[in-house]
């Protein structure tokens, strides 16, 4: 990945073969990391933004144990 000020942007991404049960989940994921072009991070939360549609992003939340 690569960064500029609140810019991310990530190369091709490697995957693995191995079934992880969702196949849907797995193409949106690696469909959607292809287009982010921004990030946010709030309290504790971290936003991946599309670089196409800023309204398009997904969000991470940090567990605490």
Known sequence: FF?????LNFSPLAVTKKK????????Y???FLKDVGYYKVERSKLYLINKLNAKDYLTFVKISK
């Not at 992880?20 to 797995?26: L, T």
């Open 20 to 27: 992880c049960g969702n196949d849907a989940m797995e193409k």
């Open 3 to 7: 960064t500029s000020g609140n810019q």
């Open 29 to 31: 994921l690696r469909t």
